[in-house]
């Protein structure tokens, strides 16, 4: 597994989240930075390669957003490092569940699936491929 970390973002990230997050508005990831709902993957270098947003379903369940590499990070091991460092941080927050999502017409249902995650239920908007929800247990019950 690759060195890497993962920090929470701060407002000078703000400039490397919007360049790659346009899924939200930028005020509501200002006040997703200022809610420490969002880390920025780098290097052991300091490097930034990534972005990991999250919020709470049900407003008590940790859902992973959005999991952004830089294209030369891919396919090699740190996504799947950048997944464990958020659970590892859920588990540190006393949660015992996550979830996430991808789109059936996705490769990335394999990649949460080759972490553990299971297929939870799908949601069908019109026009849109299925949602597929995915869910992990994490830490002890």
Same mark, same amino acid.
């Given at each position: 597994?690759?060195?890497?970390?993962?920090?929470?973002?701060?407002?000078?990230?703000? !400039?490397?989240?919007?360049?790659?997050?346009?899924?939200?508005?930028?005020?509501?990831? *200002?006040?997703?930075?200022?809610?420490?709902? *969002?880390?920025?993957?780098?290097?052991? &270098?300091?490097?930034?390669?990534?972005?990991?947003?999250?919020?709470?379903?049900?407003?008590?369940?940790?859902?992973?957003?959005?999991?952004?590499?830089?294209?030369?990070?891919?396919?090699?091991?740190?996504?799947?490092? +950048?997944?464990?460092?958020?659970?590892?941080?859920?588990?540190?927050?006393?949660?015992?569940?996550?979830?996430?999502?991808?789109?059936?017409? &996705? &490769?990335?249902?394999?990649?949460?699936?080759?972490?553990?995650?299971?297929? +939870?239920?799908?949601?069908?908007? &019109?026009?849109? !491929?299925?949602?597929?929800?995915?869910?992990?247990? *994490?830490?002890?019950?």
């Amino acid at each position: 597994m690759h060195t890497l970390r993962m920090e929470l973002a701060t407002l000078d990230d703000l !400039p490397y989240i919007t360049a790659i997050d346009q899924h939200v508005h930028r005020d509501l990831l *200002i006040a997703k930075i200022n809610n420490n709902e *969002i880390y920025i993957v780098q290097t052991k &270098e300091d490097q930034h390669v990534g972005v990991l947003r999250y919020n709470y379903f049900w407003d008590n369940t940790p859902f992973m957003n959005l999991l952004w590499l830089d294209a030369p990070y891919r396919g090699k091991g740190f996504g799947s490092k +950048a997944v464990l460092l958020w659970e590892q941080e859920m588990v540190r927050r006393s949660f015992r569940l996550v979830m996430t999502s991808t789109l059936a017409n &996705e &490769e990335a249902q394999h990649f949460y699936r080759k972490l553990g995650y299971k297929d +939870a239920g799908c949601l069908l908007l &019109e026009g849109e !491929p299925l949602e597929i929800i995915l869910t992990k247990s *994490i830490g002890q019950a």
